[in-house]
């Protein structure tokens, strides 16, 4: 079973920098693709942003040019360094894998992040 550990979250002030790691249990280049989403009060889950297996990145528009996600083979964590935080980029945030050939998505527990104007 694949296991998906958030840490980093907390709150912070308009402006700041929190960064972001997911570790897995399995091996990080196991899987298609990996992510960060997000999901605030009263919203629906969004991406923030993805890094496939080849290391091509995908940011939400939101979050571009604030936000950089990167892995760390060694560690076997993909982390969201996040900088420039607004207001706006407070919510839960969610660690993703994928496997297509599975048809399997996998799911961290997620961790708060609250951003205070």
């Known amino acids: 079973q694949v296991q998906l550990v958030e840490s980093g979250g907390g709150l912070v002030q308009a402006g700041g920098s929190l960064r972001l790691s997911c570790a897995a249990s399995g091996n990080i280049l196991s899987f298609n693709a990996m992510g960060w989403y997000r999901q605030a009060p009263g919203k629906q889950r969004e991406l923030v942003a993805t890094?496939?297996?080849?290391?091509?990145?995908n940011y939400a528009d939101s979050v571009k040019g604030r936000f950089t996600i990167s892995r760390d083979i060694a560690k076997n964590t993909v982390d969201l360094q996040m900088n420039s935080l607004k207001p706006e980029d407070t919510g839960v945030y969610y660690c993703?894998?994928?496997?297509?050939?599975?048809?399997?998505?996998?799911w961290g527990q997620g961790t708060q992040v609250t951003v205070s104007s």
């Open positions: 993703n894998a994928v496997r297509y050939t599975a048809g399997r998505s996998y």
């Open positions: 890094i496939t297996v080849g290391g091509s990145t």
